[in-house]
């Protein structure tokens, strides 16, 4: 079965810093999806990132950026330019095509100024 | 409006009863999903519904059952609520087929459920 693990449970930032949360996942299919989720304070999921594991260029929105290396099945997530609004909880998940997300435990980012 | 819609957002019931959880969406999906977040846990799958006529089990389904009552409804329900059933529910939908775009999920506000 396929699992999501995201080992920092809480991490923090300062303004205009840059932070990365870890994201690793345990599969044995080649063709599959990643996703960053972010869930603030208004409970909303909203989706930040979406990578196709076929792709070998990490995906990238703005400041939002991803270090996708299949081999190690790691999939990080980079904040730059960090804001107050980026405080959030974080969900990294995994599905193939077309199935229900897989969902780690997430990260809750804190953001000082 | 949203396209991706929860009623209600928030209840408070007690041990025993039961309760609906209603899911419509505007989106014209056919595939659509309950979650349930706690604390620490993440997201879990509790049902799936690919179309109309085709209804699935996910990783914690006891204690829970579906109706797909159309396209566009999916209803979630705690036939004898338990306080270990307190938690965060969320529906989701997404398009049929395969690959890109289609993976993409989209999710309701979400219903905060507590079972005294």
């Known amino acids: 079965a396929q699992t999501v693990t995201q080992s920092q449970p809480e991490m923090s930032v300062q303004e205009a810093e840059t932070v990365t949360l870890s994201c690793t996942y345990d599969?044995?299919?080649?063709?599959?999806?990643l996703f960053w989720y972010k869930q603030p304070p208004s409970r909303q999921m909203i989706l930040v990132i979406r990578q196709e594991a076929y792709k070998q260029q990490n995906a990238t929105e703005n400041r939002f950026s991803v270090n996708f290396q299949k081999a190690a099945k790691s999939f990080s997530l980079k904040i730059s330019d960090s804001q107050l609004g980026d405080a959030a909880m974080y969900f990294c998940a995994y599905n193939q095509a077309g199935t229900a997300l897989i969902f780690g435990k997430g990260t809750t980012l804190s953001v000082s100024s | 409006d949203a396209d991706v819609t929860q009623t209600p957002r928030n209840r408070i019931t007690k041990t025993g009863k039961r309760i609906m959880l209603e899911c419509s969406q505007t989106k014209g999906h056919d595939r659509m999903y309950w979650y349930r977040q706690d604390p620490g846990l993440g997201l879990r799958l509790i049902y799936y519904s690919f179309d109309v006529k085709d209804i699935n089990k996910g990783e914690i389904s006891d204690g829970y059952s579906v109706s797909r009552q159309a396209q566009a409804k999916f209803s979630l329900s705690l036939e004898s609520a338990i306080p270990n059933q307190t938690a965060l529910y969320f529906c989701?939908?997404?398009?049929?087929?395969?690959?890109?775009?289609?993976?993409?999920?989209?999710f309701g506000p979400g219903t905060r459920l507590t079972v005294l």
């Open positions: 989701a939908t997404s398009e049929s087929g395969a690959g890109g775009l289609y993976n993409e999920q989209f």
């Open positions: 599969t044995s299919e080649s063709d599959y999806y």
